[in-house]
């Protein structure tokens, strides 16, 4: 593979090692926990919004009376 180094753009050639990007069974549990975990926060955050909403209705309703 090339590779282009330096201002004046010389060419160098760079042998390059391949890498293994599967993930081992412990790296897979780690991100299905924090995938799980991060849908856990999503979904807290739209209870909240929608509960933050029902009571500036609510309180928009009660101070026009």
Do not use: H, W
């Amino acid at each position: 593979m090339l590779c282009k180094t330096g201002v004046r753009g010389k060419l160098q050639t760079s042998p390059r090692k391949m890498v293994n990007t599967a993930l081992s069974d412990e790296e897979k549990g780690i991100q299905d926990k924090e995938s799980k975990e991060e849908s856990i926060l999503a979904m807290l955050g739209i209870i909240g919004t929608i509960l933050n909403l029902l009571v500036i209705i609510f309180v928009y309703i009660y101070t026009t009376l």
